[in-house]
């Protein structure tokens, strides 16, 4: 009695599955999928067809390493995942809205229409932040000594000497 009703039962598996963005979207015989490390071809492949209706025909995985970057001393590193392609038996076709791929196209050709050169072109003048400020911030005050009053270079020659 047990065994049949254990292939009646579909057990969901608590597997966080991301997909990764195809290169093409008509005719998608092979996924690939982002998951947690203890995720098994098997129940990967169960959660696909019992869940999403997929008709699975292998699996491979991978086990990847997280990205590791040293700041100031300390270790900080991206959890590690399991990356499983997956060759469906039917092709797939998924709409290309799913992902926003128009308005990244769209930004990438915007940014290579528009080339900034880094050579000052006639009648191109390039502004410093600074630029207009200096004339405010070092105006010798009104009274003080006469090194000051002979336009001084250097806000602190105004000062007086040492004795």
Known sequence: MGSRLGSRVVYFANIPIKLLMPNS???I???ALKTIPSASKIEIKRVLESLYGFEVEKVRTLNMDGKKKKRGGLLIAKPDYKKA??????????SPDLYPIRIIEEDKRQMNKQPKSSMVEEGEVKRHWLDGKESQ??????????????GAKFPWSSMRPAR
């Open 29 to 31: 015989t092979e996924i």
């Open 25 to 27: 979207f008509t005719n």
């Open 137 to 150: 911030r070092f105006k010798p005050e009104k009274g003080s000594g006469n090194r000051a009053e002979s």
């Open 85 to 94: 392609y997956v060759t469906l038996k039917n092709p797939l076709s998924i």
